[in-house]
């Protein structure tokens, strides 16, 4: 007997949280909160009181009365909340892209003597392309791991990539394409092992999926906040350098917001000793300030209970999605999964361009993946059923 997504939607913990974002578009079913959150209405009012009263009102004097310290105070909210890091080692700046180049620069400079860069052949393309850039810059090789796209990096695909010349692993927690969630501690102890570092990009997994990177002994990670943090298109970005290597760390982009006194003017570079050394240049008040909103809604629920309905509505999503004898490319077990759920058809292309027609939006990935992001705190079960109804119509005549 199946249960009605009306009955499903009773029944969740989380239903409630829907009425916290803006939803004022006329679509049937909004499934990619994983690529572009929705607006929290707190952010609404948040950015206009603070475009009027901080920016209009203030001016220059914002900066002393507290946006300095933004970038450092918002990253130990989201660390708190969404990382299990303490205090100190995460601040927001920058996109993903320009922080994973830093990382990849201050992790390498780690392990001098060591030249090769692990990086995965599934991985998201600007985490390839940075790693072959910075590989170059550097004279490093990149060593790729050609896992398959479902199990994607395990343990023993990984250790064959491992060996007393890899300097640096560059992995992505949940995989873009089939959402396969890597075993984050289990990699990191065995990165450590053969003496290398290991960043993590958490882009599809912060927010949604518990992390404890403190406790995992991560070194570096770094992530997006417009997917599951909802802080909007081009919010900034978070970077976290454990504690451990932050007075060693040099990234390359060594600006006045990295230095040890901001407002000291000198002749003369000297890192700042806190995670404030990650920093570059005048970072986006209004970006930051819409992160803290995002971060402060999902630390009000909390992420295991965000997880908790991740893992009920993607594993309801595969049951439907398999009664349309659709292929999955997304592991059937729900501790092996992230938030997504992705569907390969050769027609995949047209398929998407045809749900986006009847108001129904998932994204489509190259080469034949439509990919259908779930996002917890938005989405609801009458969305999920209304799409896969959908999708059953559109690819019937497709064949
Ligand atoms: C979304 C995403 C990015 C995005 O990088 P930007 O610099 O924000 O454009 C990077 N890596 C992964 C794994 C992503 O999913």
Not at 235 to 251: E, F, I, W
Request: a negative charge; aromatic letters at 6%; one cysteine or more.
């Amino acid at each position: 007997m199946t249960t009605s997504p009306h009955e499903l939607d009773s029944a969740d913990p989380l239903a409630a949280m829907r009425d916290r974002f803006v939803i004022d578009d006329d679509l049937v079913a909004y499934l990619d909160g994983n690529s572009l959150g929705r607006l929290p209405r707190a952010t609404l009012d948040r950015l206009a009181a603070f475009v009027r009263e901080e920016w209009g009102g203030r001016l220059i004097r914002g900066w002393s009365e507290g946006w300095v310290e933004l970038p450092v105070t918002v990253g130990d909210e989201l660390g708190a909340a969404l990382l299990g890091a303490a205090a100190g080692q995460t601040v927001i700046a920058d996109s993903t892209s320009v922080c994973i180049y830093k990382l990849l620069h201050a992790a390498a400079g780690l392990r001098p003597g060591r030249d090769e860069i692990v990086i995965d052949a599934t991985n998201f393309p600007t985490d390839r392309y940075l790693v072959e850039a910075v590989a170059e810059a550097r004279g490093m090789t990149v060593r790729w791991i050609e896992p398959d796209l479902v199990d994607n990096v395990t343990a023993d695909v990984l250790a064959g990539a491992l060996g007393d010349r890899t300097a640096v692993v560059l992995l992505s927690h949940v995989d873009y394409r089939s959402g396969t969630l890597l075993d984050l501690p289990g990699l990191t102890e065995a990165v450590h092992a053969a003496g290398a570092l290991v960043i993590w990009d958490l882009c599809h997994s912060a927010g949604v999926v518990p992390i404890a990177l403190d406790a995992s002994g991560a070194d570096f990670a770094v992530g997006c906040t417009y997917k599951y943090v909802n802080a909007g298109p081009g919010a900034p970005a978070y970077v976290y350098v454990a504690q451990r290597h932050l007075t060693h760390a040099r990234q390359p982009i060594e600006g006045w917001w990295s230095a040890a006194d901001l407002f000291g003017m000198s002749d003369t570079y000297e890192a700042s000793p806190s995670i404030r050394r990650m920093l570059s240049g005048t970072p986006s008040v209004a970006g930051i300030l819409a992160v803290q909103e995002g971060v402060r809604l999902i630390a009000e629920v909390g992420v295991e209970a965000i997880r908790a309905k991740s893992e009920l509505m993607t594993g309801h999503a595969i049951e439907l999605l398999d009664e349309l004898g659709l292929e999955l490319v997304t592991p059937g077990d729900a501790a092996l999964r992230g938030s997504h759920v992705t569907v390969r058809h050769p027609d995949a292309r047209a398929i998407t361009a045809q749900l986006i027609e009847r108001g129904v939006v998932p994204d489509f990935r190259e080469p034949d993946l439509i990919r259908l992001g779930l996002s917890p705190l938005t989405t609801s079960y009458a969305e999920l059923a209304a799409a896969t109804r959908i999708l059953g119509e559109v690819v019937a005549p497709i064949g």
